[in-house]
């Protein structure tokens, strides 16, 4: 008797060979189209360069059980590996490099409205040159409407053929064969049957998504497909990531909407995909995704302001139903985000909980709070190489504790270091100047400053009955 993978490598020889015979009847339409129409067909070995043929591999045949989706859910480490997923690979160029990062886009057929065109539109053209050889943007087509995945794919490769022929865009289809059960499913939260069905089938198209993209880049974004960017959006990214190095964490969020702008390691990517196929119908994508990043021991969300990403969509993907959701958060030309390079922070005044020296540093939607300081206090911080900045702005205080601010302070910067006790301080500083109603904004620093700097201290300079927030701490180089 034929074992199942023996009965599937018929089917895809078979496969094969319809593909070959569709090849036999392409036109000639001019070298372009031609190059275009082939990529719509399944991407076979013979046409792949030698040193790419181990990418798509990776990135395309892979090695699990269907099995293991319905074993108890016990340690996420255990599900590194790929999922066995044979794609159809609609529009793709061989690999030659890794990118810095990855955008995935998961896409179906709306009732109403159609955004994808506009979306993809705007990654490229809020990009600049040298920020577009960094990116690879991947879009699932997940319709099992293979009508409407002939016309989407047609409408890509019209207006994007010079981004899918340099490899940063590539178009793909998961088939239905290789989706679990979508009838019959378990209605929680009361929600109607359609819908369960809606959000259980996204969960697995977010999931074949994640999968195939792992091997792509180092960092991945996930987008929806009714979304638009904000300008230079990669560069404010790679500063984010470069100020959190030496940190800990699995998710970081650049939009406060739903599965917009969320980011992740691409080592992660794998054991995302396998925990959204475990529990596809449990919950919306956006809620297993909390319960992911906690899983992995990241306890609080990380976001960052202002967002990168915007919903522009009116009609939603699900019933066509409006949907006006909007970051406010949200700038089409954020402001010049800070380098903050890497640095170690440290502070003798009393700590509030955990709201600690180094979210004062970081780019997070969070702050330092500590308890009403005293003369001499300071909070320091000590670059891990010495640097020429350009300049410093230091945020006190919140718009609902607008009094918790450092009402007599200076900031300081050092150049001579010294180990004491194994621990590396300036030994002399110079004054850059004093904050004035909580603030502190000094520019053309490099002008005032001779020498690389390798300490800046903010000094309290009189003892105050109120507490202190340190809001943000920005610090741009040279």
């Known amino acids: 008797m034929l074992k199942f993978h ?31 129409l082939f990529m719509n067909l399944y991407i076979e070995d013979s046409y792949v360069m030698e040193g790419d043929k181990q990418i798509l591999r990776e990135t ?25 997923v044979t794609y159809r690979y609609l529009a793709v160029m061989p690999l030659q490099r890794k990118r810095f990062l990855t955008i995935g886009l998961s896409s179906v057929r709306r009732k109403k409205g159609s955004y994808l065109l506009e979306t993809i539109k705007s990654i490229f053209e809020q990009s600049s040159y040298e920020e ?12 099992f409407n293979s009508s409407w995945r002939e016309v989407m794919l047609q409408d890509i490769t019209q207006k994007f053929a010079h981004h899918i022929i340099a490899g940063r865009l590539m178009v793909i289809h998961a088939p239905e064969e290789y989706y679990p059960i979508l009838s019959g499913l378990k209605r929680n939260y009361n929600d109607p049957e359609d819908r369960v069905r809606f959000r259980s089938k996204q969960n697995v198209d977010y999931a074949f998504l994640l999968n195939f993209c792992a091997n792509i880049s180092y960092y991945y974004v996930m987008l929806e497909d009714d979304v638009r960017c904000s300008k230079n959006f990669l560069t404010a990214i ?75 969509g009116y009609y939603s ?10 970051d406010d958060d949200f700038e089409e030309e954020p402001f010049d985000l ?7 922070l440290y502070t003798n005044m009393s700590v509030f909980e955990n709201y600690d ?34 300049r410093i702005k230091v945020n006190t205080g919140t718009e609902d504790r607008q009094n918790d601010i450092l009402h007599h302070g200076a900031l300081d910067v050092g150049g001579n270091i010294r180990y004491f006790k194994q621990n590396r301080q300036c030994v002399t500083y110079i004054k850059l100047g004093e904050f004035r109603n909580g603030n502190f904004e000094v520019s053309d620093v490099n002008q005032k400053i001779p020498f690389d700097i390798h300490c800046m201290r903010i000094y309290v300079t009189k003892t105050q009955k109120e507490w202190l927030i340190i809001r943000s701490i920005s610090i741009w180089t040279s």
């Open 338 to 344: 800070p380098d903050n390079p890497p640095a170690s």
């Open 238 to 312: 790679k500063k984010v990531i470069a100020s959190l190095e030496g940190t800990y964490w699995v998710t970081l969020e650049f939009s406060k909407l739903g599965y917009i702008g969320k980011l992740y390691h691409s080592h992660d990517l794998p054991r995302l995909a396998h925990f959204l196929l475990m529990f596809y119908q449990e919950m919306p994508c956006d809620w297993l995704l909390t319960h992911f990043r906690s899983l992995l021991a990241q306890k609080n969300v990380i976001r960052f302001k202002p967002s990168l990403f915007q919903h522009m």
């Open 357 to 390: 020296a180094s979210k004062a540093y970081s780019s997070v939607d969070d702050y330092f709070w500590g308890k009403p300081p005293s003369t001499g206090d300071v909070f320091v911080i000590i670059f891990e190489k010495p640097i020429v900045i350009k």
């Open 317 to 326: 993907s699900y019933k066509g139903t409006e949907n006006k959701l909007k």
């Open 60 to 84: 395309s045949t892979h090695q699990l059980s269907p099995e293991h989706y319905m074993h108890t859910f016990k340690d996420l480490s255990n599900f590194s590996g790929a999922l066995n």
């Open 132 to 143: 577009l050889k960094e990116l690879s943007v991947v879009v699932h087509l997940a319709d």
């Open 6 to 36: 023996q009965v599937k490598h018929i089917f895809d020889i078979l496969d094969k060979m319809r593909c070959l015979r569709k090849r036999s009847t392409v036109s000639f339409l001019g070298v372009l189209v031609i190059f275009l």
